[in-house]
RNA sequence: CGCGAGAUAGAGCAGCGGUAGCUCGUCGGGCUCAUAACCCGAAGGUCGGAGGUUCGAUCCCUCCUCUCGCAACCA
């Protein structure tokens, strides 16, 4: 969309149940503040909303993990998330959250007018109930053996040992983890969005009309949904933290956390036009509003299929662009909360913005190197030596350096003030460098509005880069040594180191309104040493070469950076792998306690008569193809021979087990595993590093024996 | 299994039919106004592997390997 009336930027809204890293930081916020500050730097009618996302199942879990609340829970990490983006110098022009009434109230009218058309469709279904707890359980609050694996701790969306995708259904003595009493079975009734009747819509409107100017990997993606088959997917549930399903006889249901949660940048417009006197409506209505959203490659399916369907439905606008991100690793691994292998927004905050000699400068450090390792296109990586090479070689050394050197040499050889320009002097390199200066600004503009923010800051730096091979091949220190017989530099010298630093200065005020998007601290900082008020970063001024006027004293050089120093990086380093080793030993230390407590429930002596146990001895073991885990094995019972697949290939090799006495539950019902019927099951011990042992008679004795 | 994205100098990325470029790093030289810096030069890649199309392929096609990701009561 070319010239729109106004824009709505948005960016994911960050989950409420804990602090949020560098990597969601590079995905999703950073891109849109740059994004929203050049735009605003254009003048342009924008607003950039934004807000913690307080429902869903993992906030209670949260609650539960630290003995308090849910509403305790969204109360602690609201605050402290939104202050550290105002640390970093990401500005929202409102910052809301999904518990506030105006949302609740927003989402419910949502809800209802599209219930009200008909596009909503209702399906009875049986879901898991803890009747202890009086309460339907959401796949997360179930716990079962995994049927792929045979993990005993699975939950009922996902088994976390062998990763697989799973439904309660699916698991195997499945318990309810509020209680640890086996769940039932009860009706219940939910709403859908039927995805499917949207089909054609989604197809032509992202796969055609948007081919071209959406990137490769969101285009992929919805592709990839698309060409699948798209399902009714439910948009409401059984629980009682969220947003009240506005219906009667939807009593206890709550709105799905990804159904109310797009909704909430609409509220957040809502509230932001309230406290402003503005009129929230064109932003989501008026055709001629770009919007925006900026997030992370795991959202893509929210923001290309889901709310686009529920916006075109509810009459509202579409997405223009959603320029989502890849993932960002950190020093060779993925970032993981749970294994605790991540920088926290507030950890660099407190080790570099808040130390005596950090400051505003660092956070446009962190600013910089995330920026130019943005994962645009695949997957990148944070080091620390790679953000100290970043932030000494180019930022201190290039950039830092060319201002400081043009802000010392005018105080050396211009008396500290802007010295006029003889243009009749300019010779070739005087007019390369001020074309650089004037054509820089539509290379940083043409690539910020393709999203390629990377590139576009490589441009400003670039432009630093000229303007140091600029200041070397001009040598104004040389000129200064022609002087008079009274020691004073000879008049056409002056004329031509003037020339020199004029270009220089007001290169130097172009470098403060190109950066200032990315780095608005560091721009501020040059308008404080230039004494121009910030009006001066208006984006029009860029490729002017008369911010500076003639005459105008300057402030004395400051450096606009610091360098990191080896110490430091080497003490983050370490601190993350300590950070690891600690969360190891928690989690051991937890799987230790896990690894007892659950004892089952009782059962008589009738319950286990049922189980009929045998000694067996394998005679032949081979790999079940095209399964990581499971081996097929020939297992001799005295009476007779079966085939019985065991989840053990990981553990042990086939040529290893052939021969070995190990005892069977032979009155296991038949099971298909990967194509291949199993009779019957291996009892193996787990010790405590998951490492599988056999259960076998202690003296090989006849196959066939009953164990008791 | 399948689908999507990616695999190009030590690192990070461009290129997308005519025998490889950029930034940082490394090495050498020059210079000195500047945060031991700046400027110039050099080394370093058989463009993941194997086939194919073509006069010619990093770029197109097929197969393979590896990395990351993949909703459907998962934020």
């Known amino acids: 969309m070319k010239n729109p009336k106004r824009y709505l930027i948005t960016a994911a809204l960050p989950y409420a149940n804990g602090l949020k890293h560098i990597g969601h930081l590079a995905g999703a916020y950073l891109p849109a503040d740059t994004y929203v500050r050049y735009l605003k730097a254009q003048k342009r009618d ?28 969204i109360d602690k990490y609201h605050p402290i998330i939104a202050q550290n983006f105002k640390d970093l110098g990401i500005e929202f022009d409102i910052y809301h959250r999904t518990s506030a009434p105006i949302h609740h109230e927003t989402a419910q009218e949502f809800f209802k007018v599209l219930n009200d058309n008909g596009d909503l469709e209702i399906k009875a279904s049986e879901q ?64 859908y969005l039927p995805l499917d009747r949207h089909e054609k819509f989604l197809s032509d409107w992202i796969l055609k009309e948007h081919a071209n100017d959406w990137r490769n990997t969101v285009i992929g ?11 009714a997917r439910a948009v409401t549930r059984d629980l009682d933290w969220g947003i009240q399903v506005p219906v009667a006889g939807a009593e206890g249901k709550v709105l ?176 390369e460098a001020i074309k650089a200066i004037t054509s820089s600004k539509e290379k940083v503009e043409t690539l910020l509005e393709q999203y390629k923010f990377r590139d576009a800051l490589f441009e ?143 059962i008589v002596f009738d319950d286990f008569a049922k189980i009929d146990l045998r000694v067996g001895k394998i005679l032949s073991a081979e790999k079940v193809e095209k399964a990581d885990k499971l081996l097929k094995l020939e297992v001799f019972l005295g009476f007779e021979t079966r085939t019985i697949v065991s989840g053990i290939a990981l553990h042990f090799k086939p040529e290893e087990i052939v021969g070995k006495q190990v005892t069977v539950v032979v009155n296991l019902a038949a099971r298909k595993m990967r194509g291949i019927e199993s009779n019957g099951m291996i009892l193996m011990a787990e010790d405590a590093n998951g490492k599988l042992h056999f259960v076998n008679p202690e003296d090989a004795i006849g196959e066939g024996a009953t164990v008791n």
């Open 46 to 73: 924008v607003v950039f909303v934004c807000g913690s996302d307080e429902h869903g199942t993992a906030i209670p879990i949260q609650a539960t993990k630290e003995g308090t609340t849910a509403q305790a829970i």
């Open 128 to 191: 898991y109930f803890d009747e202890a707890a009086n309460s339907f359980l959401a796949d997360r609050y179930i716990k079962g053996t995994c049927p792929n694996c045979a993990y005993e701790s699975a939950y009922g969306d996902q088994c976390e040992r062998c990763g697989k995708t799973l439904s309660p259904d699916e698991l195997i003595n499945p318990v309810s983890t509020l209680s640890g009493n086996k769940p039932v079975k009860k009706a219940t009734q939910h709403w």
């Open 221 to 231: 993606q919805c592709k990839s949904w698309i060409d699948g088959g798209l399902q």
């Open 256 to 431: 799905y956390v990804w159904f109310d949660a797009p909704i909430g940048y609409i509220s957040a417009t809502k509230q932001w036009a309230l406290d402003n006197g503005k009129d929230w409506k064109p932003y989501w209505q008026d055709k001629e509003t770009k919007l925006v959203h900026f997030i992370g490659k795991d959202n893509i399916v929210f923001h290309c299929i889901i709310f686009p369907v529920m916006l075109q439905l509810h009459g509202d606008i579409l997405p223009d662009n959603v320029p989502a991100n890849e993932f960002m690793n950190l020093e060779g691994d993925k970032m993981s909360t749970s294994r605790n292998w991540k920088l926290e927004m507030q950890d660099y905050i407190d080790d570099f913005i808040n130390k005596e000699n950090g400051g505003p400068q660092l956070a446009d450090a962190l600013r910089y190197y995330l920026t130019q390792i943005a994962p645009e296109t695949k997957d990148s990586e944070f080091t620390w030596k790679g953000f100290q090479d970043a932030n000494n070689s180019e930022l201190v050394n290039i950039f830092g350096n060319f201002v400081n050197r043009a802000m010392v040499l005018m105080h050396k050889l211009c008396n500290g003030k802007v010295p006029p320009i003889y243009p009749e002097l300019f010779d070739a390199l005087d007019n």
């Open 460 to 602: 400003v730096i670039d432009l630093a880069r000229t303007g140091n091979q600029y200041m070397q091949k001009k040598e104004p220190w040389i000129l200064a040594k022609q002087v008079d017989e009274n020691g004073k530099i000879k008049i056409e010298a002056q004329r031509l180191i003037d020339n020199c630093m004029h270009i220089c200065l007001q290169m130097t005020a172009n470098l403060a309104i190109l950066i200032n998007p990315f780095l608005p601290f560091t721009a501020k900082k040059i308008c404080h040493l230039l004494k121009v008020v910030d009006k001066m970063l208006e984006w029009e001024n860029a490729g002017k070469l008369k911010l500076l006027s003639v005459g105008y004293s300057l402030r004395p050089p400051e450096l606009l950076f610091r360098k990191i120093e080896d110490s430091e990086v080497t003490y983050q380093i370490e601190k993350l792998h300590k950070a690891l080793e600690a969360s190891k030993t928690n989690n051991e230390e937890e799987k230790a306690v896990a690894a007892f407590v659950p004892v089952k429930s009782e």
